[in-house]
């Protein structure tokens, strides 16, 4: 990518614009096709277009005052309405966010400061499985919460014992996943809330990936195990409405248990003299067009789209599986049941094998500790699924017999998860960092 050019004295027409825009995005994840397996939830050019028409005629309207727009206010409270009973909340209370990783912030800080009020802690801790998303991790660095990371158990979901034992006088948090992005796993919730209400802690859920999967899921006869509000010692859950509720960007939900406690997310300030500030969430200003969006979506949609939609990603998914530990050298991570799931090798080298598949078009993400490559399944991969295994069948045949794989990032993550020193990691990829925003 070049340098930033100056402001034109002039501006360009708008087909001028509109063309260089559509130029500068050859090079992007061709996620229309079927052959990018993360970032993109596509559910079809119908859906694409509801979401771009609703979102554009809100894109001007801003959530900050609900005073100002009370179509916005409906629209959010009528889709935490929908959430609350998906997710069996009869007395839940939340907002809408920018995306889980904000929903994640608002958990954290609402554990923080409920636990500073009721139980004078100032010391705060949190105890959370090693395969949590890191945005646990960030905001334990924004919100001065100390991250009490627990390994897993051998079948990659949260080690329920070693979490109890990792629980303190200063905990404020016990977290768990529904399913876990890494592995595609569910987290033993039940037993994980049981022991989190016997210690006196909040027990928040990331179900940010699987909310609104799973309850469809469990209507189409899917065993899948309690994970939300249905479960006693659930005190807040987070669910993306950008991802399996094919919502646009950016769409998240963050609930409680009760109103009560939800006042701990909300920040005012009295004492300005622009006037009385209240706000929310993290953002001051909340794009109404994700807000309406995500309202269009639920509306248009339905339980029976839903349902149709979760058959298609549920059944493509089942057939990746099968293909993929159908295939000499590959195995499965765990015992995945949802839409995501990774998949390793104890004979080929598993990065070789991503640089290869991504030779071919195919866009996979690697994953570390173990290595391993990670799918994302939606219903637009229902079409590729012959093309994807037959593709990874002969790559993997090729690295078996000794072929060499195409130049990727094999290197690179290798040199990563080899690196003892994980502050070294980290001087890595934040160097990585400044130069692609450097440029």
Known sequence: ???????????????????????????????????????????????????AEAYTEFMSENGLSPLAFPSLRRFEAEVLAIGAELFHG???AGTMTSGGTESILMAVKTARDFARAERGITEPEMVLPASVHPA?????????????????????RADVEAMRAAVGPRTVLVVGSAPAYPHGVMDPVSELAAMAQEKGVLFHVDACLGGFLLPFARRLGHELPDFDFAVPGVTSLSADLHKYGYAAKGASLILYRTPELRRHQFFTYSDWCGGIYASPSMAGTRPGGAIAAAW???????????????????????????????????????????????????????????????ARGWKLDRQMMPPALHLMVTPVHATV????????????????SG?????????????????????????????????MYSE
């Not at 339905?302 to 493509?316: A, F, H, I, W």
């Not at 593709?391 to 993997?396: H, S, T």
């Open 385 to 400: 699924v012959e093309p994807f295994l037959a593709d990874l069948r002969a790559c993997a045949a090729s690295l078996a």
């Open 136 to 156: 646990f991790q960030k905001a334990a660095h924004y919100f001065g919460v100390k991250a009490v990371n627990v390994p897993l158990a051998p079948d990659f």
């Open 90 to 92: 009869d007395t839940a």
């Open 296 to 358: 269009a979506i639920l509306k248009y949609l339905g339980e029976e789209g839903y349902l149709k939609l979760s058959r298609t990603v549920l059944d493509t998914a089942r057939a990746l599986r099968e293909g993929i530990s159908a295939t000499p050298g590959l195995k499965l991570l765990g015992q995945p049941q949802l839409s995501v799931f990774s998949f390793s090798s104890d004979t080929l080298d598993v990065y070789a094998l991503g640089d290869a598949m991504e």
């Open 403 to 435: 072929e060499p794989a195409p130049d990727g990032s094999a290197a690179m993550y290798g040199m990563l998860g080899a690196m003892p020193d994980r502050k070294e990691a980290d001087g890595f990829i934040l160097q990585f960092m400044d130069a």
């Open 1 to 51: 990518m070049s340098k930033s050019p100056r402001l034109a004295t002039q501006g360009s027409s708008h087909q001028d614009v509109l063309s260089q825009m559509r130029e500068l995005r050859a090079e992007d994840a061709h996620w229309r096709e079927g052959r990018t397996w993360s970032l993109v939830y596509n559910a079809g050019e119908d859906i694409r277009r509801l979401l």
